[in-house]
């Protein structure tokens, strides 16, 4: 199996760079973020929580509103609807409006995000052509994740919460500019009355993806702190999980397309099961770090798998829908697990906690079985060697 990039458009990669640049403007603005609400604005610690929390929020409420917006007027109105609201909330947080500007910034990023995304994922893969989804997945998933990685880098070497935002200002009026010029094929398709915004063939994915993910807020939020007990390699975990994450995703995230994309969602799960069982541990300095790429490498490719897996079944004019609709799942299970891994760990400790991520994978391998049918995506897949090969 040959990586390559040949055949991936100059529009194509401008795509990609947009949304590098939007959320890296969106990872700018968080190092500063709590320390701005509670010593600049005064606010309390669970101020800090609120304002923080209410990104999740309105980015699950929005979903509502940036497929139908992406399928029906467009994915290009939809990114840069997205752009423009991030630009906005850079602007927010400049002005001299106490607790309500960051609850409004906030309100803006999480609705920017939304729609940003929503409208991204359905272009690239317009683009870059539906056998090729689950490769152009992967390396959206990579500008995502470049830039959530550099943004608080940045937003760090930059000193202040003021220059952060400025930078999140900037950075998304310079994709917005960017994007203006990329030229969209797509043509949205007359649609019949209203459509139920949930599909009930899209639970089983919805379910898989959210059970994937209860294991994202354990990591952001008990790695560290899990680890300092045992040599304290937090910091080098965590960068060892987000690395591998970023790499495998730029380098490997068209396995699903090439191969049967259970294989990669199952396998995904089992490298990710290793990982989570050997951090619960309480493992050494070197095994946690190895522990945590395992991790980073099985993460790659559920994702990937499922909606490259149920893009190839949607129309075209309907793939926006099912992007947010996938989001928004991820969105209601990580804001769960997120408040179920602190009862955990309160209770049993943070192994406890890791142990749930662990069981978590469990369900989402037992969705899964709902998600592939085997006949059916080995013809896909057949169909799918056929048009690669006649667009080589």
């Known amino acids: 199996m040959r990586f390559s990039t040949q055949g991936f458009s100059a529009r194509f990669w401008a795509l990609i760079g947009a949304t590098f640049l939007g959320f890296l403007g969106i990872g700018t603005v968080l190092p500063g973020l709590a320390p701005h609400v509670r010593h600049?604005?005064?606010?309390?610690?669970?101020?800090?929580?609120?304002?923080?929390?209410?990104?999740?929020?309105?980015?699950?409420?929005?979903?509502?509103?940036?497929?139908?917006?992406?399928?029906?007027?467009?994915?290009?109105?939809?990114?840069?609807?997205?752009?423009?609201?991030?630009?906005?909330?850079?602007?927010?947080?400049?002005?001299?409006?106490?607790?309500?500007?960051?609850?409004?910034?906030?309100?803006?990023?999480?609705?920017?995000?939304?729609?940003?995304?929503?409208?991204?994922?359905?272009?690239?893969?317009?683009?870059?052509?539906?056998?090729?989804?689950?490769?152009?997945?992967?390396?959206?998933?990579?500008?995502?994740?470049?830039?959530?990685?550099?943004?608080?880098?940045?937003?760090?070497?930059?000193?202040?919460?003021?220059?952060?935002?400025?930078?999140?200002?900037?950075?998304?009026?310079?994709?917005?500019?960017?994007?203006?010029?990329?030229?969209?094929?797509?043509?949205?398709?007359?649609?019949?009355?209203?459509?139920?915004?949930?599909?009930?063939?899209?639970?089983?994915?919805?379910?898989?993806?959210?059970?994937?993910?209860?294991?994202?807020?354990?990591?952001?939020?008990?790695?560290?702190?899990?680890?300092?007990?045992?040599?304290?390699?937090?910091?080098?975990?965590?960068?060892?999980?987000?690395?591998?994450?970023?790499?495998?995703?730029?380098?490997?995230?068209?396995?699903?397309?090439?191969?049967?994309?259970?294989?990669?969602?199952?396998?995904?799960?089992v490298f990710m099961m290793v990982g989570l069982l050997l951090i619960a541990s309480g493992p050494s300095p070197a095994v946690a770090v190895t522990a945590a790429a395992i991790l980073g490498f099985g993460f790659s490719f559920p994702w990937s798998a499922i909606a490259a897996t149920v893009l190839r079944r949607t129309p075209e004019r309907e793939r926006g829908s099912a992007v947010s609709v996938l989001s928004a799942f991820f969105d209601l299970f990580v804001g769960i697990s997120s408040f179920a891994a602190g009862a955990v760990s309160h209770r049993f400790g943070y192994t406890g906690a890791f142990l749930m991520a662990a069981a978590a994978l469990g369900a989402a391998a037992f969705a899964g079985r709902f998600v592939f049918p085997a006949g059916e995506m080995e013809s896909v897949v057949e169909e799918d060697e056929r048009c690669y090969e006649t667009s080589r």
């Open 40 to 269: 600049d604005l005064g606010g309390s610690d669970q101020t800090v929580g609120f304002v923080i929390g209410i990104f999740s929020f309105v980015a699950l409420v929005s979903r509502l509103f940036s497929g139908p917006l992406a399928d029906r007027r467009g994915r290009k109105i939809a990114f840069l609807a997205g752009l423009f609201s991030c630009a906005l909330a850079g602007g927010v947080y400049l002005m001299p409006w106490g607790l309500p500007g960051a609850y409004l910034g906030r309100t803006l990023q999480g609705f920017g995000e939304a729609c940003l995304y929503t409208g991204a994922a359905a272009w690239v893969v317009d683009v870059a052509g539906i056998h090729r989804s689950a490769q152009a997945l992967g390396y959206l998933s990579s500008g995502i994740w470049g830039g959530i990685s550099a943004g608080p880098v940045v937003g760090q070497w930059l000193g202040s919460f003021e220059r952060a935002a400025l930078m999140q200002l900037v950075a998304a009026l310079i994709a917005f500019a960017i994007l203006s010029r990329v030229p969209e094929d797509y043509r949205p398709a007359p649609h019949d009355g209203k459509r139920p915004w949930l599909q009930m063939s899209l639970v089983p994915p919805g379910i898989a993806v959210g059970f994937v993910n209860v294991h994202y807020p354990v990591i952001t939020g008990f790695l560290i702190l899990h680890l300092a007990r045992h040599g304290n390699s937090g910091p080098a975990a965590f960068s060892a999980y987000a690395g591998l994450i970023l790499l495998s995703r730029f380098f490997l995230g068209g396995l699903p397309d090439r191969i049967h994309p259970a294989k990669t969602f199952y396998g995904g799960l």
